[in-house]
């Protein structure tokens, strides 16, 4: 904790080989002993000062209300939770995207051009990550610091880190209540980048108002190796790296992606999501971008689904909290710790069939 006090905000709490900017505090030359007492003892902040901070867009409280959302500590579990309530009242008045793709489509090269672009339009635009995988590898989008080199210095642009550890479940909540703390810090678009592999696209799908897949021409096949079940998620296509050598094939590839989304459920009701191209390198295409996201968002506040799906999306995150809850509070009970190996082995060795095991273990939790 002490030493998270030496670092920038934006580095990531784990030791990680891909990040090791740290700022080196001067040297002190008063008696230690005062110097250290002086520093644990220094007061935590209120919940006033948490809100009274962010609702004035202070960056730095905002950061640190963020850590301790992030924070898995009952103390600080509960201050969270209290700021959180306090600052609702502002919230819901960002638009958000989320922004996923295979590793190397660009998504964190889009985000700077794009997060860019809307700085320089005056919108002020946070920066998120849902990267459930970078407790284990350190993390392939804490390294984006430097990909977001210009976007990181942009005083209208906060970049934050995904949250490190824990559960898909765990990361889903903490990035839904960094979100909620950015618009009340008065961020007017939160961009969430994702990897497009595994269950992460879903959990944005369910926490964006506008879902854009990255995509690349040139990999052969890639149209039939993609997963037609994140097309379905995505409210457009943008084909990217559409630059030099690349620039007609990406057009061709818009046009074959664009009759397979004909074909394909539409993401939201009432908007049919289309194929684009674009240049992250070259800044080309923002724009465009941008006009599609807000034709999207008047478009379905018009006619209310977009409404809809943000309180689909909160009863949708109670559900997942309920039964994240749950499944920690049972595979950590005590007898079911001891009972759940020694059942598992009878039901192997055919003493036991699966639903009688099962009933067993409920029984002995909900006693
Ligand atoms: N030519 C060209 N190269 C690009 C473009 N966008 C990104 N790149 C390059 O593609 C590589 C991958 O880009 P990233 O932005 O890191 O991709 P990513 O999707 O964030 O990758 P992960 O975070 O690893 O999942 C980098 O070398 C970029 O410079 C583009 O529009 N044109
Ligand atoms: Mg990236």
């Not at 002993?33 to 202070?58: L, M």
Request: proline share 3%.
């Amino acid at each position: 904790m002490n030493d998270k006090r030496n670092r920038p905000e934006w580095v990531p709490d784990e030791p990680s080989d891909s990040f090791t900017t740290e700022i080196v505090k001067g040297k002190h030359h008063s008696n230690p002993s005062t110097t250290k007492r002086k520093f644990v003892k220094r007061k935590e902040r209120t919940t006033e000062e948490f809100v009274q901070g962010i609702k004035n867009g202070d960056r730095t409280i905002l950061a640190q209300a963020i850590t301790l959302v992030e924070s898995n500590a009952k103390r600080h579990e509960d201050k969270a939770q209290a700021v959180i309530n306090e600052i609702l009242p502002y919230t819901g008045n960002s638009v958000r995207v989320g922004i996923t793709g295979v590793p190397g489509a660009g998504k964190s090269t889009f985000i700077e051009s794009f997060g860019s672009y809307l700085c320089e339009q005056g919108y002020r635009v946070a920066v998120l990550a849902v990267d459930p995988s970078s407790s284990v590898t350190g993390g392939s989008i804490l390294g984006d610091k430097t990909r977001m080199e210009s976007l990181s210095r942009n005083k209208n642009a906060f970049i934050r880190p995904s949250p490190s550890g824990g559960t898909l479940g765990g990361v889903n909540r903490k990035t839904r209540e960094t979100m909620l703390l950015c618009e009340a810090a008065g961020f007017d678009v939160i961009l969430v980048e994702t990897i497009g592999v595994g269950q992460s696209e879903i959990v944005v799908r369910s926490m964006v108002d506008f879902f854009l897949l990255l995509v690349l021409t040139g990999a052969g096949d890639e149209l039939q190796g993609m997963k037609k079940g994140v097309m379905e998620l995505a409210d457009s296509l943008v084909i990217n790296k559409a630059d030099g050598d690349n620039k007609q094939r990406a057009k061709v590839a818009r046009g074959e992606y664009n009759r397979i989304l004909h074909y394909l459920q539409p993401a939201t009701r009432g908007w049919s999501s289309k194929a684009y191209t674009v240049s992250a390198l070259y800044h080309e295409g923002m724009e465009e971008m941008w006009k599609i996201v807000m034709r999207f968002v008047e478009t379905t506040k018009e006619s209310g689904v977009f409404w809809e799906r943000r309180n689909a999306q909160t009863k949708d995150w109670i559900h997942a909290m309920i039964k994240d809850y749950l499944e920690t509070a049972f595979f950590t009970h005590p007898a079911i710790k001891s009972q759940l190996p020694v059942l598992e082995n009878k039901v192997v060795e055919g003493h036991v069939n699966v639903t009688t095991a099962v009933k067993a273990l409920i029984d002995l939790y909900e006693t």
